[in-house]
């Protein structure tokens, strides 16, 4: 049990723990108490009573004497990883301890919080008063109200999970060294990815962030061949690093419009929804292939050579955008024959999330394998590593430079422990079939508030993958920006951490860790709907919700109601729904009635 308090007396945000251990003693591990589960302790104790630190005259900090330690009756104490976040004087109600701790003993029932209970770090943001800053939701989701959600993120398998945290306390007890000294973890680890991929993608590059690995990609790409230019996406975005920004539009268009390097060349984003070629249209997939061969065509002429196309498997901040089925082998076909590799950005979106499969890529057909693939974000839970995975001959041809790369922390012992718990967290607790079964009841709540609410154009998604396109007018795809924005700074009140992206930022973007519950995204989505409904009628815009009087006192006895603080006072219109075709990856079309209303 991790339990933050402020310690009156200290200097500012200064956070310790305290316990009482079986014999009545204090007991103090630095600034953060590592409680072993063997432990019992008292209950939560309020801040005057966990006041165990004072300062002396001269101004010394003192431990207060272990007889002074309050002796109260024990219980037994939640497993190290089973961690409350309070506020001052909080206390945890003794109907939850006792379910918490009979969880545990059941062996972690998911109602329990001592097995699969609710794992949440609290902890003093600096620069503010003191208060408890929900950081997630926890390892698993349990039924306690009090915790956070957090629908984005690179936790994979969810915060502090016991096992990848184990894994990487044993290893980093034991040793951790740079890569250039062998170990059995980074050739086990490496087996264990690999055979995930299809088998052409057998070498692999560790690194420590998808900036890393990116940035290696075109390293690879380039040596190949011997060629220069890249081909990237409209909205794109692959990394921070001076070769990254420049090939990603998402954030070299902010520089202006002579930002964009000689040796860049952007395609149209395959986005059915806002793109060129939209659902309507009989083939999108080989339409925006099209536009990928025309710059290959016209970069030719003007004498220059491509390297590379690179793609995220699914667009994230460029808006939550699924590829039709069939457009990589096309692109790949031509980057190929003109001499260039393909690389698939897997690191915001592989693992597992899409449910299906293992990597987002392998939702465009079996026939379809990247030449480069680059992971990491959920590689390894949280913990800064990235891998590149290409094929032999490109590997070699990289080798044969005579330029050798080496990475000091890239594969080291504690990155491949915790890689290696990841891919078996995912497997044992079948992460991949939850990301489905959650994924598709999340698409179906989520089909409903599209029905009800104008300000929802679009709902698209495959696994745990999701984005909703709010607009202002749905035969027109208005964004709706400002609305966007005022939607998470309430979802932010109601304890949801989400966010909006896109380059109108006006798409919410769905990317919770896998251990995701239907029950969560009924809680989230219920929240949202009434958010949605306050916001249509604040700016006039009909709906044709009927929010539940329950859902309605629920967030009011949490933070209050919801008020709209700003609205944008403009004129609206709101129009039939745009068509919609179906296809793999969106549901079913629904219409609204057209309307045009004032506000």
């Not at 991929?197 to 040596?223: I, T, W």
Request: charged letters at 25%; a positive charge; proline letters at 5%.
């Amino acid at each position: 049990m991790h339990q933050y308090i402020r310690m009156p007396g200290l200097q500012p945000r200064a956070v310790y723990e305290y316990a009482v251990t079986d014999s009545g003693r204090w007991r103090r591990i630095g600034n953060v108490l590592e409680l072993r589960p063997q432990f019992r302790v008292n209950q939560l104790l309020s801040v005057t009573e966990a006041c165990a630190v004072k300062r002396t005259k001269d101004g010394r900090r003192a431990d207060r004497s272990r007889s002074e330690a309050p002796r109260l009756p024990s219980v037994r104490c939640l497993p190290a990883f089973a961690a409350w976040h309070c506020r001052e004087r909080s206390r945890v109600g003794e109907e939850e301890w006792r379910k918490g701790t009979e969880g545990g003993r059941k062996g972690g029932k998911e109602e329990g919080f001592g097995g699969a209970g609710s794992a949440i770090r609290g902890r003093e943001s600096p620069g503010f008063p003191w208060r408890a800053v929900p950081c997630w939701v926890g390892w698993r989701s349990a039924t306690a109200r009090r915790r956070p959600w957090h629908c984005g993120g690179s936790t994979s398998v969810g915060h502090s999970h016991p096992y990848v945290t184990k894994a990487a306390t044993k290893q980093m007890e034991l040793l951790n060294t740079n890569s250039r000294f062998l170990h059995d973890n980074l050739v086990q680890y490496a087996q264990r990815l690999t055979a995930t991929l299809p088998e052409k993608l057998s070498v692999c590059y560790f690194v420590n962030s998808g900036s890393e690995a990116n940035d290696l990609a075109l390293r690879l790409a380039r040596q190949y061949r011997g060629h220069h230019d890249v081909i990237t996406l409209e909205n794109a975005y692959h990394g921070h690093v001076t070769s990254l920004i420049d090939i990603s539009p998402y954030k070299f268009n902010q520089l202006g419009k002579d930002s964009k390097k000689e040796f860049v060349h952007v395609a149209p984003s395959p986005d059915i929804y806002r793109g060129r070629y939209r659902e309507d249209h009989p083939d999108p997939a080989t339409a925006y292939a099209e536009e990928v061969k025309k710059i290959i065509e016209e970069t030719q002429k003007n004498g220059r050579k491509i390297a590379a196309f690179i793609a995220e498997s699914m667009q994230s901040c460029g808006g939550q955008v699924i590829p039709p089925v069939g457009y990589f082998q096309k692109v790949a076909e031509y980057v190929r024959a003109a001499g260039g590799v393909f690389i698939a950005d897997e690191v915001q979106v592989g693992f597992g999330r899409v449910g299906k499969h293992f990597w987002a890529f392998q939702l465009q057909g079996e026939d379809f394998v990247p030449d480069i693939v680059t992971m990491g974000k959920p590689i390894g839970n949280g913990h800064p590593m990235s891998c590149v995975v290409t094929t032999r001959e490109i590997a070699e041809k990289f080798g044969a430079s005579g330029l050798e790369y080496f990475n000091t922390f890239g594969g080291n012992p504690v990155s491949c422990a915790i890689g290696l718990a990841v891919l078996e967290v995912i497997e044992k607790e079948d992460l991949q079939g939850n990301a489905t079964r959650v994924g598709s009841y999340l698409l179906e709540l989520l089909v409903e508030q599209k029905k009800k609410h104008p300000l929802v154009g679009d709902i698209r998604g495959v696994g745990l993958f999701v984005g909703v396109d709010l607009v202002k007018d749905q035969q027109k795809r208005t964004p709706a920006t400002a609305e966007a924005l005022h939607l998470i700074y309430k979802l932010k009140e109601q304890k949801i951490l989400l966010s909006a992206d896109g380059p109108y930022r006006n798409i919410l973007k769905f990317k919770p860790p896998m251990c995701f519950t239907m029950e969560d995204a009924k809680h989230v989505v219920e929240i949202i709907d009434v958010l949605l409904t306050e916001i249509e009628e604040a700016t006039g815009m009909k709906t044709g919700n009927d929010v539940s009087t329950n859902t309605r006192c629920k967030i009011k006895a949490n933070e209050g109601s919801p008020q709209l603080e700003s609205a944008n006072e403009s004129t609206s219109h709101l129009n039939g729904a745009a068509c919609r075709q179906e296809n793999g990856f969106y549901p079913e079309k629904h219409s609204v009635p057209s309307k045009t209303i004032r506000t």
